[in-house]
């Protein structure tokens, strides 16, 4: 079997894995007046864009369940097998995808390949708890001859496009990412334990941009052509990966407050730091206090989920149902104003029925660890991550309708990027702030909307 094949192969089947983003369907109708030129510039639902984000989408969330399950198995968590379990989950999607097409033979070899550098992470944690020094560094050696082996592979699955000299690169940061945020959580530095964390699915977001560009460039035809590395697209995968992480990130924050853990603090403060990527964003452009309105806003669901937990930890059913009451009034008002300010182009319908869904599964899974059933609470975790692929999927093709000018069209490139895993040279366009001035100026729909509810 040839590996180029081979790796072609999981894009193409992982369109099967990940939910069909139906809000983007919504923005079709507002393009009158535009050629079909303009149209594919602004695009955000190519065959490129879906390579791009499917690979965004499980190779961050791959980062993410890597470290949550290191963290459970160093606190020697009840969950620890559920969380491997979701993490190994993951690996199976890919596997999956290819013997869909290779057979169960091509599938296995993928498997194996694939899920060696997770055992080795493993090794590294059951060594760690058991405080053995040298089975820890011979963890690491194997990683490190790893790192070569994935680092060929790639070289020569993609005929010179990703150098091996350069996927090693970015194979360390993932390694030491990982590895680092577990040290840091075994010693109590919590903080760093999180930040870690973050940058690690964001490194994977990354990877998955480099990758899509490797194999668009090697096999046009798969991708009829088009590029997954314009503006529009960078536009749609840093809305998906954000969206992605908040879904995680609420889940295991929530978890921790169930528990009474230790690093609740910093577990909320990486949630609340995703939330901060799109204030901070406003803030550069529109000032402080506008950055302070729009926390206050994007926050506020986040507040309920942190009320639902206390009620819970409390015993108090009232404010449970109080809590859910708030996420009611929240959906509601958050579907109007997205309604108002992209000027229909997201219907606040459907825009209700994907908030309802994203609040069951985040409350659903809590209910189901609360109550120890620990499959359904992952199982519940990684369809909220993969749900999050929608809004994101939804809200750049709206945008990108809603404000073509700010979107130029972009051929493919003339050269591969010369890192392993950070994209195209020079690094993608931060257009989360197009997200956010949206909006901010939605505000002003805010509170005619309250005026009507009273």
Excluded: C
């Excluded at 519940?380 to 073509?404: C, K, N, V, W």
């Amino acid at each position: 079997m040839k590996m180029n094949k081979l790796l072609v192969a999981l894009p193409l089947s992982l369109a099967m894995l990940v939910p069909t983003a139906a809000l983007a369907d919504s923005h079709g109708s507002h393009s009158s007046g535009t050629n079909e030129s303009a149209q594919t510039a602004v695009a955000t639902d190519t065959a490129a864009a879906e390579l791009r984000i499917q690979l965004d989408t499980v190779l961050t969330e791959h980062a993410f369940l890597a470290v949550e399950a290191m963290r459970k198995g160093a606190d020697g968590a009840a969950d620890f097998d559920q969380a491997s379990a979701a993490l190994l989950a993951n690996s199976d999607d890919l596997t999956a995808a290819v013997s869909s097409v290779y057979g169960e033979e091509g599938g296995a070899a993928f498997q194996e390949i694939w899920n060696s550098h997770i055992g080795y992470f493993v090794d590294y944690v059951v060594a760690t708890g058991e405080g053995d020094q040298a089975a820890k560094d011979a963890a690491l050696e194997e990683l490190e001859k790893y790192k070569v082996e994935q680092s060929e592979f790639f070289d020569s699955a993609s005929e010179g496009r990703l150098p091996a000299a350069a996927v090693q690169e970015g194979l360390d940061m993932h390694v030491d990412q990982l590895i680092t945020a577990f040290d840091a959580y075994v010693e109590g530095d919590f903080e760093t334990a999180y930040t870690l964390e973050r940058e690690a699915i964001h490194h994977m977001s990354m990877f998955a941009e480099t990758l899509s560009i490797a194999i668009a460039d090697q096999f046009p035809e798969l991708v009829d052509g088009t590029n997954p590395d314009t503006p529009a697209i960078d536009l749609r995968a840093q809305l998906n990966y954000t969206f992605t992480e908040h879904a995680g990130l609420a889940v295991m924050a929530m978890q921790d407050g169930a528990d009474g853990a230790a690093s609740f603090d910093q577990a909320a403060g990486a949630l609340m730091a995703n939330a901060d990527d799109l204030s901070a964003a406003v803030a550069s452009v529109y000032g402080e206090e506008a950055g302070a309105q729009f926390a206050e806003i994007w926050g506020s669901h986040i507040g309920y989920f942190v009320d639902y937990v206390k009620a819970t930890g409390a015993g108090d059913t009232e404010a449970q149902e109080q809590a859910k009451a708030d996420l009611d009034e929240y959906i509601v008002e958050q579907a109007a104003l997205l309604d108002a300010a992209t000027e229909g182009r997201v219907p606040a319908d459907a825009l209700e029925e994907g908030l309802t869904t994203h609040v069951s599964q985040l409350l659903g899974s809590f209910d189901a660890y609360v109550a120890g059933d620990y499959e359904t609470a992952y199982a519940e975790m990684r369809s909220a991550y993969a749900h999050m692929t929608m809004p994101a999927a939804g809200l750049s093709a709206a945008i990108t309708d809603q404000f073509p000018e700010q979107f130029g069209g972009a051929e493919m490139p003339e050269k591969m990027p010369a890192t392993g895993f950070g994209g195209a040279e020079g690094g993608t366009i931060p257009y989360l702030w197009i997200f956010a001035g949206l909006m901010l100026a939605a505000l002003t729909t805010t509170m005619a909307f309250r005026a009507r509810k009273q």
